[in-house]
C-alpha cells in the first residue's frame, strides 16, 4: 500500500470520526433538551386556578378542526416560508368540552370571547359551536365577545353571545357567502397544453377550472342550492339568537353599499344601527370595562382583568377512563384520500384500513365510529378503506358513521358500510361521481422542437406519456375504466342505501347536498353530531353508561419526527414571521397557489381515478 493510499484512508477516517462527533453532539443536545423540559415539567408549579371572578377567556387561533394537521419534517420548514404549514389550530372537541363542562361547573359564570384571529370553520362545526353557546348562556350565564372586526364565521358564534362589543372602526362583515374558482381553460390553450379528461355525472365539476372559462350551469345551479341552504341556516341562527326580524341579514349585505353611504362611511355605525352589535367602544375603554366589573389583574399573562384560560381549563379537566374493557374506537378520517401511507394531514388508504384491522382483530372492541371530516380523493384507497369497514361489519362489530364538516365523493364513499350514517343538517356531502385526467404537453414541445417517436408491438404498448399524448387505444380504456368506476360507486350506495341503481344516480351525477338535503333524499341516517353517532354506536352494541370506554384509534408518530416538525415550524416562525410575503393580500394569494398545488400533489391513484369534491372545501375557506 503506497503512503498517498495511506494518507486518503486517514483523510476519510478522520472525516468519519468528525461526522460521528457531530451526530453525537447533536443527540446529546437533545437528550438535554427533552430531560430539561421533562425534569421542568415535574417541577412546574403552573397548575390550573379558576379565577376568583368566575370568568373563562375563550380566545381561539386558527381554523376549527376536527384532529390536528401534521406535515412531514421535510415539508416543515419549507412549506411554511409563505405563511403555510398547519399553524395555529383549534380542535372542535376541545371547544364542545370546554363548553359543556363550563355549563355544569358553578365556579364558571362568564365567558369572555376574543375572536380577532379565529380561523373559521366548515358550518357543521360552527353550528354544534353555537349551539353549547347557547346551552351555556341557558343555565343563567354570561358570554361577552368583543372584536375589532368581525369576519363572517366569527360573527357567527359572536352573535350567539349575551353582548357584542365593536371598536368604533371596525365592522361586521355578514355578506353572505360566494363561490369563484379561477380557470384555466385559455391559458392551456395559449400554451398549447392537451388535457385529457375522463368523467361520469353532470355535476362533477372538479376538473371544470381546466376544461372552460366559467363555471358551468349545473354546477352553478348546485352550488346555488348548497350554498343558499347553508346560508339560509346561517341567517336563521343568527337572526333568532339576535332577535333580528327574518330577512335581516340578506337585506343587511344586499344593501350594505346604501347602508355605509347613509353612515358616510362608518361601518361601525352601520353594524350597530341594524342589531348586529349591542355598544361601539375602543379597545381602552372595553378593558377598563372588564377590569372594573371583574377586577383588576396585573399578573405578566393577564388581560389585565381577573380570568383564567379557557383551554388551560380544558386541560385541567380532562378525564381519562381505562377501566372498562369493552371499547367504542373512533378512527378519524380527516383531509385528502390518497393511495398508501400519506404523509400527515391526510387520509392514507393504506393506514387508515390498518386501524380499521386493529379495531376489527381487538375482541374487546364493541362498535367502530368512524369519523369523517373529508371531500374524497383516491378512489382505489376509498376502496380499500371501505372493504375493511365491511369485513368489520361482517364480523359482527357495528359501524357508525359520523359526517363532520364535509364526507363527499371518497368521503361518503368510506361511509357506506356503517350500519347507521349520521351527518350534520350542514354537513357538505354527496359528490358521488368519478373523474380522471392527464395533461400532456406533445403539442407544447412541438413549438419548441421536441418530439417523441418509437414502436410499439401492440395497440396498446404505448401508454400514454407527458411528452407523447394519449392514444386512441388507451383513450377507450381509460374512460371505460372511468364508467366501470362510477357504475361501481353505484352498485356500493345502493347496496348500502337500499336504493335501486337508477334511485342512486338521480342523486349522484357528481352533485353535492348538505346533510340536510341528504337526509331527505336517503343518503343518510340521522341527522346529529359526533356525540349522537356515539351514542347510537353504543345502543346498538347493547352496552350501559359506565360499561364502555371511548377511545381513539389513530397513527402513531415518530416522535424525532414531531421534534423536527415543531422545530422547523419554530424556526420559521423565528426568522419570517407570518412568512416571506406576510398576511397581506399577496400573501394569501401565495398561499391559495400552494393550496391548488398540495391538492393535485396529492392524487396519487394508482389507477387515476379519483372520487374528490374540489369546490367542498369553499365553505371552510369561507371567513
Same mark, same amino acid.
Given at each position: 500500500?503506497?503512503?498517498?493510499?495511506?494518507?486518503?484512508?486517514?483523510?476519510?477516517r478522520?472525516?468519519?470520526?468528525?461526522?460521528?462527533?457531530?451526530?453525537?453532539?447533536?443527540?446529546i443536545?437533545?437528550?438535554?433538551?427533552?430531560l430539561?423540559?421533562?425534569?421542568?415539567g415535574?417541577?412546574?408549579?403552573?397548575?390550573?386556578?379558576?379565577?376568583?371572578?368566575?370568568?373563562?377567556?375563550?380566545?381561539?387561533?386558527?381554523?376549527?378542526?376536527?384532529?390536528?394537521?401534521?406535515?412531514?419534517?421535510?415539508?416543515?420548514?419549507?412549506?411554511?416560508?409563505?405563511?403555510?404549514?398547519?399553524?395555529?389550530?383549534?380542535?372542535?372537541?376541545?371547544?364542545?368540552?370546554?363548553?359543556?363542562?363550563?355549563?355544569?361547573?358553578?365556579?364558571?359564570?362568564?365567558?369572555?370571547?376574543?375572536?380577532?384571529?379565529?380561523?373559521?370553520?366548515?358550518p357543521?362545526?360552527?353550528?354544534?359551536?353555537?349551539?353549547?353557546?347557547?346551552a351555556?348562556?341557558?343555565?343563567?350565564?354570561?358570554?361577552?365577545v368583543?372584536?375589532?372586526?368581525?369576519?363572517?364565521?366569527g360573527?357567527?358564534?359572536?352573535?350567539?353571545?349575551?353582548q357584542?362589543y365593536?371598536?368604533?372602526?371596525?365592522?361586521?362583515?355578514?355578506?353572505?357567502?360566494?363561490?369563484?374558482?379561477?380557470?384555466?381553460?385559455?391559458?392551456?390553450?395559449?400554451?398549447?397544453?392537451?388535457?385529457?379528461?375522463?368523467?361520469?355525472?353532470?355535476?362533477?365539476?372538479a376538473?371544470?377550472?381546466?376544461l372552460?372559462?366559467?363555471?358551468?350551469?349545473?354546477?352553478?345551479?348546485?352550488?346555488?342550492?348548497?350554498?343558499?341552504?347553508?346560508?339560509?341556516?346561517?341567517?336563521?341562527?343568527?337572526?333568532?339568537?339576535?332577535?333580528?326580524?327574518d330577512g335581516?341579514?340578506?337585506?343587511?349585505?344586499?344593501?350594505?353599499?346604501?347602508?355605509?353611504?347613509?353612515?358616510?362611511?362608518?361601518?361601525?355605525?352601520?353594524s350597530?344601527?341594524?342589531?348586529?352589535?349591542d355598544?361601539?367602544?375602543g379597545?381602552?375603554?372595553y378593558?377598563?370595562?372588564?377590569?372594573?366589573?371583574?377586577?383588576?389583574?396585573?399578573?405578566?399573562?393577564?388581560?389585565g382583568?381577573?380570568?383564567?384560560?379557557?383551554?388551560?381549563?380544558?386541560?385541567?379537566?380532562?378525564?381519562?377512563?381505562?377501566?372498562?374493557?369493552?371499547?367504542?374506537?373512533?378512527?378519524k378520517?380527516?383531509?385528502?384520500?390518497?393511495?398508501?401511507?400519506?404523509?400527515?394531514?391526510?387520509?392514507?388508504g393504506?393506514?387508515?384500513?390498518?386501524?380499521?384491522? *386493529?379495531?376489527?382483530?381487538d +375482541?374487546? %372492541?364493541? &362498535?367502530?365510529?368512524?369519523?369523517i371530516?373529508s371531500? @374524497?380523493?383516491? #378512489? $382505489?384507497?376509498?376502496?380499500?378503506?371501505?372493504?375493511?369497514?365491511?369485513?368489520?361489519?361482517?364480523?359482527g362489530?357495528?359501524?357508525?358513521?359520523?359526517?363532520?364538516g364535509?364526507a363527499?365523493?371518497?368521503?361518503?364513499?368510506?361511509?357506506?358500510?356503517?350500519?347507521?350514517?349520521?351527518?350534520?343538517?350542514?354537513?357538505?356531502?354527496?359528490?358521488?361521481?368519478?373523474?380522471?385526467?392527464?395533461p400532456?404537453?406533445?403539442?407544447?414541445?412541438?413549438?419548441?422542437?421536441?418530439?417523441?417517436?418509437?414502436i410499439?408491438?401492440t395497440?396498446?404498448?404505448?401508454?400514454?406519456?407527458?411528452?407523447?399524448?394519449?392514444?386512441?387505444?388507451?383513450?377507450?380504456?381509460?374512460q371505460?375504466?372511468?364508467?366501470?368506476?362510477?357504475?361501481?360507486?353505484?352498485?356500493?350506495?345502493?347496496?348500502? *342505501?337500499?336504493?335501486?341503481? +337508477?334511485e %342512486?344516480? &338521480?342523486?349522484?351525477?357528481?352533485?353535492?347536498?348538505? @346533510?340536510?338535503? #341528504? $337526509?331527505?333524499?336517503?343518503?343518510?341516517?340521522?341527522?346529529?353530531g359526533?356525540d349522537?353517532?356515539?351514542?347510537?354506536?353504543?345502543?346498538?352494541?347493547?352496552?350501559e353508561?359506565?360499561?364502555?370506554?371511548?377511545?381513539?384509534?389513530?397513527?402513531?408518530?415518530?416522535?424525532?419526527?414531531?421534534?423536527?416538525?415543531?422545530?422547523?415550524?419554530?424556526?420559521?416562525?423565528?426568522?419570517?414571521g407570518?412568512?416571506?410575503?406576510?398576511?397581506?393580500?399577496?400573501?394569501?394569494?401565495?398561499?391559495?397557489?400552494?393550496?391548488?398545488i398540495?391538492?393535485?400533489?396529492?392524487?396519487?391513484?394508482?389507477?387515476?381515478?379519483?372520487?374528490?369534491?374540489?369546490?367542498?372545501?369553499?365553505?371552510?375557506?369561507?371567513?
Amino acid at each position: 500500500m503506497s503512503s498517498d493510499e495511506n494518507i486518503v484512508a486517514r483523510i476519510w477516517r478522520y472525516i468519519g470520526a468528525f461526522q460521528h462527533g457531530i451526530l453525537r453532539l447533536f443527540g446529546i443536545v437533545l437528550i438535554l433538551f427533552l430531560l430539561i423540559v421533562f425534569i421542568g415539567g415535574l417541577f412546574s408549579s403552573d397548575e390550573f386556578e379558576m379565577a376568583d371572578s368566575g370568568v373563562l377567556v375563550f380566545s381561539p387561533e386558527g381554523p376549527v378542526v376536527e384532529e390536528p394537521t401534521t406535515i412531514s419534517p421535510n415539508d416543515a420548514f419549507t412549506a411554511s416560508l409563505l405563511g403555510g404549514g398547519p399553524g395555529e389550530e383549534v380542535l372542535l372537541r376541545d371547544v364542545v368540552e370546554g363548553f359543556r363542562r363550563a355549563t355544569e361547573d358553578d365556579d364558571v359564570t362568564t365567558i369572555v370571547m376574543n375572536l380577532e384571529r379565529f380561523g373559521g370553520g366548515y358550518p357543521a362545526a360552527l353550528h354544534q359551536i353555537a349551539n353549547e353557546m347557547d346551552a351555556f348562556r341557558d343555565a343563567g350565564k354570561e358570554i361577552i365577545v368583543y372584536g375589532d372586526n368581525f369576519s363572517m364565521t366569527g360573527y357567527f358564534l359572536a352573535s350567539h353571545a349575551s353582548q357584542i362589543y365593536l371598536h368604533d372602526m371596525g365592522g361586521a362583515t355578514v355578506n353572505g357567502y360566494a363561490v369563484y374558482r379561477t380557470f384555466f381553460r385559455s391559458l392551456l390553450d395559449r400554451l398549447e397544453v392537451t388535457l385529457n379528461v375522463y368523467r361520469v355525472g353532470t355535476f362533477k365539476s372538479a376538473l371544470e377550472p381546466y376544461l372552460g372559462d366559467e363555471m358551468s350551469e349545473p354546477a352553478a345551479e348546485a352550488n346555488r342550492y348548497v350554498f343558499g341552504d347553508i346560508w339560509d341556516a346561517y341567517q336563521d341562527s343568527v337572526e333568532a339568537a339576535r332577535g333580528l326580524s327574518d330577512g335581516a341579514l340578506q337585506n343587511y349585505a344586499d344593501q350594505l353599499p346604501e347602508l355605509m353611504l347613509a353612515q358616510n362611511g362608518d361601518s361601525a355605525a352601520v353594524s350597530l344601527n341594524a342589531g348586529l352589535v349591542d355598544q361601539v367602544i375602543g379597545r381602552g375603554h372595553y378593558r377598563d370595562m372588564l377590569e372594573e366589573r371583574f377586577g383588576r389583574d396585573d399578573g405578566e399573562d393577564s388581560l389585565g382583568f381577573e380570568a383564567s384560560d379557557f383551554f388551560d381549563y380544558v386541560e385541567a379537566n380532562r378525564e381519562f377512563n381505562l377501566l372498562p374493557t369493552d371499547k367504542i374506537v373512533v378512527i378519524k378520517a380527516v383531509g385528502g384520500i390518497v393511495d398508501g401511507n400519506g404523509d400527515g394531514g391526510v387520509v392514507g388508504g393504506d393506514q387508515h384500513a390498518e386501524l380499521i384491522r *386493529r379495531a376489527r382483530l381487538d +375482541d374487546d %372492541v364493541r &362498535a367502530i365510529v368512524l369519523r369523517i371530516d373529508s371531500g @374524497g380523493g383516491s #378512489a $382505489f384507497a376509498s376502496e380499500l378503506i371501505r372493504e375493511e369497514l365491511e369485513m368489520a361489519r361482517l364480523e359482527g362489530k357495528i359501524v357508525i358513521a359520523s359526517m363532520a364538516g364535509v364526507a363527499a365523493s371518497g368521503g361518503y364513499w368510506i361511509a357506506t358500510p356503517a350500519h347507521e350514517i349520521w351527518a350534520e343538517p350542514t354537513t357538505i356531502t354527496g359528490s358521488i361521481g368519478i373523474f380522471g385526467f392527464i395533461p400532456t404537453f406533445e403539442d407544447s414541445l412541438a413549438e419548441v422542437g421536441v418530439f417523441e417517436d418509437g414502436i410499439a408491438l401492440t395497440e396498446t404498448a404505448r401508454q400514454p406519456s407527458p411528452t407523447g399524448g394519449v392514444t386512441d387505444a388507451w383513450d377507450t380504456m381509460i374512460q371505460s375504466s372511468i364508467e366501470a368506476g362510477y357504475e361501481r360507486f353505484l352498485s356500493i350506495v345502493a347496496e348500502s *342505501r337500499n336504493m335501486t341503481r +337508477d334511485e %342512486v344516480d &338521480a342523486v349522484a351525477q357528481g352533485r353535492i347536498w348538505t @346533510g340536510q338535503q #341528504a $337526509f331527505d333524499r336517503g343518503l343518510v341516517d340521522q341527522l346529529g353530531g359526533y356525540d349522537e353517532a356515539i351514542q347510537a354506536a353504543v345502543a346498538r352494541a347493547g352496552l350501559e353508561e359506565g360499561d364502555y370506554r371511548v377511545i381513539e384509534f389513530r397513527d402513531e408518530v415518530d416522535p424525532f419526527a414531531q421534534f423536527l416538525e415543531m422545530f422547523g415550524q419554530s424556526a420559521r416562525t423565528a426568522m419570517f414571521g407570518e412568512g416571506l410575503l406576510g398576511s397581506g393580500l399577496l400573501g394569501d394569494m401565495a398561499r391559495d397557489a400552494q393550496d391548488e398545488i398540495e391538492t393535485i400533489n396529492m392524487m396519487n391513484d394508482p389507477n387515476g381515478i379519483y372520487a374528490t369534491c374540489f369546490e367542498c372545501t369553499a365553505f371552510r375557506a369561507a371567513r
